[in-house]
């Protein structure tokens, strides 16, 4: 079956640690995407990828870093510069095209990773 | 600026009974395309229904469907025939067609919680 999976499903970090939470898709999607969710809110972009070896912060990427290696993973690493990093991350994919038309492109999500900081 | 805006932050509706949970977006983009999706306790974002700006007709999905007035700018959902089991957050969120400093990723409302009661 095609989809999005991400692990661990729950991480624990000490101050000062670096965590990475992956991503991995096989759906042949070229679009990766990096969402925080805090609680009672929406999604947050952290980073978004359109195609291997190239990325692009989003709205909230300070503390954050992710690598594009291939096309069907798109990591994300925590660093210890994310000042408040306890937070549900969710990682998404979509095929590239255009917007407005019935073909839409829906952005599939993984199940998501809930990290919390001792 | 907040581009999806949900202003009901929790909506009760009893069994069988429908409700419409609020969307309205701002975009100067003539090509987009809007989502709903329903999060479970669980976390997992579920697609729910699309509906792209071009698209004539209001998007339907089995007990779900889109009341899309184009120049108000609303997307509301509306679930008939509600069901336990819709008990959840659904959040609204849009695609804006041309390629943005945030590429092709959706932006999230901050979601309506709503509980089916029976």
């Known amino acids: 079956d095609g989809g999005i999976t991400q692990s661990p499903k729950y991480l624990f970090r000490k101050e000062g640690q670096n965590v990475t939470l992956s991503c991995e898709q096989n759906?042949?999607?070229?679009?990766m995407y990096w969402y925080r969710q805090d609680p009672g809110q929406g999604l947050r972009l952290i980073y978004y990828?359109?195609?291997?070896?190239?990325?692009q912060k989003g709205d909230i990427a300070e503390g954050y870093s992710v690598s594009r290696e291939k096309k069907e993973s798109f990591p994300l690493t925590v660093t210890s510069a994310q000042k408040n990093p306890t937070a549900f991350y969710l990682c998404?994919?979509?095929?590239?095209?255009?917007?407005?038309?019935?073909?839409?492109?829906?952005?599939?999500f993984g199940p998501g990773t809930r990290l919390t900081v001792l | 600026a907040q581009k999806i805006t949900q202003t009901q932050p929790g909506m009760f509706v009893q069994e069988k009974e429908a409700v419409t949970l609020d969307c309205t977006y701002d975009?100067?983009?003539?090509?987009?395309?809007l989502f709903w999706y329903k999060q479970p306790s669980s976390g997992e974002m579920i697609f729910l229904i699309y509906?792209?700006?071009?698209?004539?007709q209001n998007a339907t999905e089995g007990r779900y469907s889109l009341n899309f007035q184009k120049a108000r700018k609303s997307a509301n959902l509306v679930i008939s025939a509600s069901q336990l089991g819709d008990s959840a957050m659904y959040f609204c969120?849009?695609?804006?067609?041309?390629?943005?400093?945030?590429?092709?990723?959706?932006?999230f409302g901050k979601g309506t919680s709503l509980l089916v009661t029976p």
């Open positions: 990828s359109q195609i291997v070896n190239d990325f």
């Open positions: 969120a849009m695609r804006e067609g041309s390629y943005s400093n945030s590429g092709y990723a959706l932006n």
């Open positions: 509906q792209g700006s071009y698209d004539q």
């Open positions: 975009t100067s983009d003539p090509s987009y395309g």
């Open positions: 759906l042949n999607h070229d679009a």
């Open positions: 998404a994919s979509s095929t590239l095209g255009l917007a407005g038309r019935s073909s839409y492109n829906e952005q599939f």
